[in-house]
């Protein structure tokens, strides 16, 4: 989200609009944060997102080759 909309209630008022009318029909919704985004993870721990797993990466210097 752009910064000059964030901490106005818009995040959260799309994930209400998203739980009511689309998510709802979905047992379970995941979602990637970035290592070193703290807001990010904070915001979306404080809408009841939880710790799921781990995705590690290694990369080993070929940057030549396209990822797979």
């Not at 910064?3 to 739980?19: C, D, E, M, V």
């Not at 979602?31 to 979306?44: I, P, Q, S, T, Y």
């Not at 009841?48 to 990466?57: A, I, K, N, P, R």
Request: with cysteine.
């Amino acid at each position: 989200m752009e910064p000059a909309f964030r901490r106005k209630g818009y995040g959260r008022a799309g994930i209400k609009l998203l739980t009511n009318d689309v998510w709802h029909e979905f047992a379970r919704v995941r979602l990637e944060v970035l290592v070193g985004n703290d807001a990010g993870l904070r915001f979306w721990k404080s809408i009841g997102f939880e710790d799921y797993c781990v995705t590690m990466e290694f990369q080993t210097g070929d940057n030549s080759r396209p990822e797979k």
